[in-house]
């Protein structure tokens, strides 16, 4: 499977929901839909695999105010690691 993205709107703004793999070459795509809906969160609760290039997707969408739901266990601990690396420099 691939990466399938579906969009909800709620009462407070957009969700993003991501399904299957996201992986770098995807990444165009997915800002080109963040662009375009200015989600308030990503969902990511069928997400079963990402890359380095995704976590630090992930991690820029987080910094810029977009929340992260059911991120799992794996994707969080290496969001955080991205973001400690990227603090020590």
Known sequence: MTLKIER???EHGTTIKLIGRIRAE???ELRGQIAASAPSALELKEVTLVDAEAVRFLSACESEGIHLQH???YIREWIVREQ???IKG
Do not use: D, F, G, K
């Open 8 to 10: 909800t709107l709620i």
């Open 26 to 28: 995807h990444l165009a």
């Open 71 to 73: 991120c799992s266990a």
């Open 84 to 86: 400690e690396s990227v």
